[in-house]
């Protein structure tokens, strides 16, 4: 965080590079054990014609099978985070809106290409759940995550169709999607029935861990894929990640990304567990309904936690690089069972070494950590309370103006 608001261009994955790279990694959101060796031998595979340009023909089939859209409704991209950039490139807005707190990299792209960003900011005493009437009824585009990194909060279906309009551009980054049972609450069965235009991202890179590869896409209607093909350069997208989007697209690999999906609910729930013995020692989550694969949590004295965590050998994702969050904020990726477990044993042992928090909260033999057993009778509302800095007290949401320029680096 700098005197210019918070660093748009921070990643979780800037918490493990160099001396971080020996940590155990909670910081960045890919799922463990990726890509699966039958992804790994089809990539290595398609090496084989790396001579020949890429053709993205077979790959857009796959995705539009996939998604029961026409191939005219699908554009594929070095990652979503090039789709953020061609949206805001390419199409028009003359009232852009931002619902944070979010993925930033949306309202970097949009600062870059010269917009005004205004940000919708959440209220964390209401768990950060989205109402129709946060967003100003004139926003010509609105963009918006679901589930929404770094929440964890899923917003419904109904609730984001309904800010559809005609004359307004709606962007809804489902990145995270597909590690949701279901892909419940997906805006894109409809896609085609929505007044305006509506946008949805997705990304290969969390459930197949390809964020060195760079693969996404964009689905939307074939007016908008073909005003934002415009802005790519030729071959955008590299051979083998093409054979990535063509293979996560197949039958077989849907079924192997909803056993994960489920896995991570069971695993997410064991991590609640783990963390709300921590209650009395003033950790809380940020919803009471967490849907995504990690989880935002919030402590007073979150930065000097990070850096015991990481002396104890964890790195976790700082929170205040995310507008409308503060210091007392991060973000964890969940892990299975045994790393959970780890890492709960970790963070008891540096709340041990933590002053009680204000207001009062259990004490503790000097020198001893927090116990995992503890008396849970009122530890078990995780739920995050309270009005934090920056957010109106009285209101739900704050829709502040951004400065014209991009925000500087934190």
Not at 16 to 45: C, E, I, K, M, Y
Not at 188 to 211: I, N, Y
Not at 267 to 282: E, I, K, N, S, W
Not at 283 to 298: D, G, I, K, Y
Request: charged share 25%; net charge positive; proline share 9%.
């Amino acid at each position: 965080m700098s005197a210019h608001g918070p660093d748009l261009r921070h990643h979780g994955d800037a918490e493990v590079r160099g001396a971080g790279a020996a940590l155990t990694d909670l910081a960045v959101n890919v799922r463990t054990g990726t890509p699966p060796a039958w992804l790994v031998s089809r990539l290595t595979a398609s090496l084989a014609g790396l001579a020949s340009y890429p053709d993205d023909g077979p790959a857009r089939r796959a995705v539009a099978r996939r998604h029961r859209l026409s191939v005219e409704e699908v554009l594929l991209t070095a990652g979503a985070a090039e789709a953020f950039v061609l949206l805001a490139r390419a199409l028009p807005a003359r009232r852009p809106v931002v619902v944070h707190p979010q993925f930033t990299e949306p309202e970097a792209a949009l600062r870059d290409a010269g917009h005004p960003v205004e940000r919708v900011l959440l209220s964390a005493g209401e768990g950060f759940t989205l109402r129709g009437e946060d967003v100003p009824a004139d926003a010509d585009l609105v963009v918006v995550g679901n589930p929404t990194n770094p929440t964890s909060v899923l917003h419904p279906a109904a609730t984001l169709a309904r800010l559809a309009r005609p004359g307004r551009t709606l962007i809804v980054d489902e990145a995270f999607m597909d590690a949701v049972p279901g892909e419940q609450e997906s805006l894109v069965p409809l896609l085609r029935e929505l007044p305006g235009r509506t946008v949805v991202l997705r990304s290969l890179t969390k459930t197949w861990g390809l964020a060195g590869l760079r693969i996404g896409y964009v689905l939307s209607d074939p007016a908008t894929v073909r005003e934002l093909a415009a802005h790519q350069p030729l071959w955008p997208v590299s051979a083998p990640a093409l054979t990535a989007a063509e293979a996560c697209s197949a039958p077989e690999a849907l079924a192997e990304a909803e056993t994960a999906a489920e896995r991570f609910t069971r695993d997410r729930a064991h991590l609640r567990r783990g963390l709300a013995v921590f209650a009395a020692a003033g950790l809380r989550e940020a919803t009471p309904a967490p849907r995504a694969p990690f989880l935002l949590v919030r402590h007073p004295r979150a930065q000097a936690l990070r850096s015991r965590l990481r002396a104890l050998g964890f790195a976790v994702r700082r929170g205040d690089t995310f507008p409308g969050l503060g210091e007392e904020w991060f973000r964890l990726a969940v892990r299975d069972r045994r790393t959970t477990d780890r890492f709960t044993e970790a963070l008891g042992t540096a709340l041990a070494e933590q002053e009680p928090p204000p207001g009062g909260g259990a004490r503790r033999t000097p020198g001893a950590p927090w116990s995992r057993t503890s008396d849970r009778t009122s530890s078990e509302r995780t739920f995050s309370e309270g009005t934090p800095s920056g957010r109106t007290p009285s209101g739900r949401t704050a829709s502040e103006r951004a400065p014209s320029g991009r925000t500087a680096p934190g």
